[in-house]
């Protein structure tokens, strides 16, 4: 479980790189779900919702939606085709795992969700995550 949580601090915000999404700075309110097939009987985790202040800077380099988890979790084949963006994602160390997200900007909110596989006690786990974000005024 505690891979779990890292994956969530690390899932907890959404991906961007090369160019810049359609996002406007200001205060956002972010929701994370998350669901673990196979884990039938034990209760649902509860979404998990944290409010950052996204800056005009961290909007046009993109690094507000940059994760900031393990520094051994590598992004890559990233794309942006519209306003839609896809990747792939792989994690070496303690916490390996890979998987794959997509998440649609949208101005004012935007949407997502990712696929991760690791392994927890020898065993197999798949990990689906959706988020949305909403802008929800300036910041303070």
């Given at each position: 479980?505690?891979?779990?949580?890292?994956?969530?601090?690390?899932?907890a915000f959404p991906f961007s790189a090369i160019?810049?999404?359609?996002?406007?700075?200001?205060?956002?309110?972010?929701?994370?779900?998350?669901?673990?097939?196979?884990?039938?009987?034990?209760?649902?985790?509860?979404?998990?919702?944290?409010?950052?202040?996204?800056?005009?800077?961290?909007?046009?380099?993109?690094?507000?939606?940059?994760p900031k988890g393990d520094?051994?979790?590598?992004?890559?084949?990233?794309?942006?085709?519209?306003?839609?963006?896809?990747?792939?994602?792989?994690?070496?160390?303690?916490?390996?795992?890979?998987?794959?997200?997509?998440?649609?900007?949208?101005?004012?909110?935007?949407?997502?969700?990712?696929?991760?596989?690791?392994?927890?006690?020898?065993?197999?786990?798949?990990?689906?995550?959706?988020?949305?974000?909403?802008?929800?005024?300036?910041?303070?």
């Amino acid at each position: 479980m505690k891979k779990l949580a890292q994956l969530t601090v690390l899932l907890a915000f959404p991906f961007s790189a090369i160019a810049a999404p359609d996002m406007q700075p200001g205060m956002w309110e972010i929701t994370t779900r998350m669901e673990m097939p196979g884990m039938e009987g034990m209760p649902a985790m509860p979404p998990n919702t944290i409010r950052q202040c996204i800056r005009p800077a961290e909007v046009q380099s993109g690094s507000a939606t940059v994760p900031k988890g393990d520094p051994q979790c590598e992004v890559k084949d990233y794309r942006m085709q519209g306003k839609t963006a896809s990747w792939r994602m792989e994690c070496k160390g303690a916490n390996a795992m890979s998987g794959s997200g997509t998440i649609t900007y949208g101005g004012a909110s935007y949407s997502g969700k990712t696929q991760f596989t690791m392994k927890e006690e020898g065993q197999a786990m798949t990990i689906n995550q959706t988020f949305s974000g909403k802008r929800i005024g300036d910041c303070k």
